[in-house]
């Protein structure tokens, strides 16, 4: 009898790590968006039927589903209301960077209808970040916004421009104001 | 038996372009309105939705879901998505519409294959121990399938260049192909190989592009329209997923889904297939058991314009038109999927 020896994990597990590249022009409502944001502004679209205020602006209302362009943009403010948060306590899987935890903060942008998500809050420890707190963009310096960051698949958004937001001091947003928005 | 009276009652397509400026939601958005325009059917009406791209494509996880936002996703709305041209989502709604409780269905299939190397992308496609990490592209697996098909004596590579210079010539009349021209055989003939026995032309272009169909059943289709285009038979049949287990020389799953489709080799006026390379034309035609007279690809066909995940749904669109315009009466039209012709789906469609 040959000698046969048992099968061990390199046996029955191989390594298969694919990259796939794409590469692409941003759409022009987002080429505008990416302008503005590299000038310190935020441009979003408002959709002429309703009236609800994307940022960035879509290309189209998908409520009404009606298409959106350049007539249809106005300025958003770079400040709101944080409406749900998390605190992340990073653990060291792959791509994960960062080593202390952070605040994860959808935050209602004034004059905007749907939040942004993913910010960092800053400026207050984690244990006093609250629903309703009151928050302004913290700006990158000039020569260090990109717009690397933005797609057109929908993610990406200020993060090129804004690093994170600090809270203003004003007093807490009624939950009223942003109950429709909690993500 | 499937029911026969459901119908193509509205259509649209976009152009088909190397590289849109529009995002695929961009150019969802109007041509979902203009089959529903064409349909007469409001937005509120749809009793379902389904729709055909890829996320690998598209290069983004969950990309179908933003898709869905060009049908209009609230109030909440029944739908379904296949990871597949958008012929397939058709005959999932064409299923869909047995059930008898609804009585409309809305169909979209998009892709913009701009931003990707296909290259790269369709390798995933294969099995992932064997062809994958060879990195075997569909230009590859396309020259392999000509060469058996020369080997096997069934075609020339004088018969490919036909292919071409039919495609170019008829993408002359066609305002959505990308590809349209008046080359000679011996011009075609005369361009080197990209991928021996493969030149250039024998390829598809690279395209973006979008299309939507509505289906109504019954007296409803004859209310929304004056012509419907009904689905008098549809199928869709799938052979091994590992090329080398079947003849590439040959679709026996044409064949089949043909045959369960209801063709029965009688004449027909128009037949669309989803060729995406010129040898596949001549497999599908003789998998279809099509006489050299047939009308085959009068609107240029994938050579001419290849939106994936689209490019079958314009085949039935194409056809669909050409009963709807009155100028053809019973029509044939293919979808594939997979590599080299793994999985084919037919559609028979017959005027009133």
């Not at chain 1, 090129?160 to 004003?170: C, K």
């Not at chain 2, 379904?80 to 009585?103: C, K, N, P, T």
Request: glycine fraction near 10%; hydrophobic fraction near 40%.
């Amino acid at each position: 009898m040959p000698d046969i020896k048992p099968l061990a994990k390199e046996d029955l597990v191989m390594e298969h790590l694919v990259s796939l590249t794409y590469s692409e022009h941003l759409t022009p409502n987002l080429n505008r968006f990416a302008d503005a944001l590299l000038d310190g502004r935020l441009v979003g679209h408002k959709c002429p039927s309703c009236g609800r205020v994307y940022l960035p602006g879509k290309g189209y209302c998908p409520i009404c589903v009606i298409p959106t362009g350049e007539a249809d943009e106005v300025e958003v403010q770079d400040r709101g209301i944080v409406t749900g948060f998390t605190i992340v306590t990073p653990v060291a899987y792959y791509g994960q960077t960062a080593t202390e935890p952070f605040v994860f903060a959808s935050v209602l942008l004034d004059g905007a209808d749907g939040t942004i998500g993913g910010q960092d809050i800053v400026g207050v420890p984690h244990d006093q970040v609250h629903s309703g707190m009151r928050v302004r963009a913290v700006w990158l310096p000039k020569e260090e916004r990109t717009a690397d960051d933005i797609t057109n698949r929908g993610w990406g958004g200020v993060s090129g421009g804004i690093s994170a937001f600090e809270a203003t001091g004003e007093p807490d947003a009624s939950f009223d104001d942003f109950k429709e928005h909690i993500f | 038996m499937p029911a026969t009276d459901i119908a193509i009652v509205g259509f649209a397509q976009t152009p088909s372009e190397r590289e849109a400026s529009a995002s695929e939601v961009q150019l969802l958005v109007p041509t979902i309105a203009a089959a529903l325009t064409a349909a007469n059917l409001p937005r509120s009406e749809i009793g379902f939705t389904c729709a055909g791209s890829c996320d690998y494509l598209t290069g983004g996880p969950f990309a179908f879901v933003q898709n869905l936002e060009a049908a209009g996703a609230w109030p909440p709305i029944s739908e379904s998505h296949v990871e597949m041209d958008g012929a397939f989502a058709l005959y999932e709604a064409w299923v869909r519409l047995q059930h008898g409780d609804i009585d409309t269905a809305l169909v979209f299939g998009s892709g913009k294959s701009s931003p990707s190397n296909p290259a790269e992308v369709w390798a995933q496609q294969l099995d992932p121990y064997y062809l994958a990490p060879l990195g075997l592209d569909p230009v590859s697996l396309a020259g392999l399938q000509a060469r058996a098909l020369l080997d096997s004596g069934k075609a020339t590579e004088r018969d490919f260049a036909e292919v071409v210079a039919n495609s170019r010539r008829a993408a002359l009349d066609n305002p959505n192909a990308q590809l349209r021209g008046t080359p000679s055989i011996e011009e075609l003939l005369a361009e080197p190989y990209v991928r021996n026995p493969l030149r250039r032309h024998d390829l598809p272009p690279i395209s973006d592009g979008a299309s939507a169909v509505v289906l109504a059943r019954g007296d409803r289709a004859r209310e929304l329209t004056e012509r419907p285009v009904w689905i008098r038979g549809f199928d869709h049949r799938i052979e091994a997923h590992q090329p080398g287990h079947r003849d590439i020389t040959e679709s026996t799953s044409t064949t089949l889904a043909a045959r369960k489709a209801g063709y029965d080799g009688g004449p027909i006026d128009v037949v669309e297939l989803s060729a995406t390379f010129s040898p596949q034309e001549l497999i599908l035609r003789n998998a279809l058991g099509l006489p050299k007279s047939t009308n085959v690809n009068p609107s240029g066909g994938a050579l001419a314009a290849n939106p994936i995940m689209s490019v079958g749904l314009v085949r039935i669109i194409e056809a669909a038109s050409r009963i709807s315009a009155g100028t053809a009466n019973r029509a044939l039209a293919h979808a594939t999927g997979g590599q080299i012709l793994q999985q084919n789906l037919v559609i028979l469609l017959e005027g009133e």
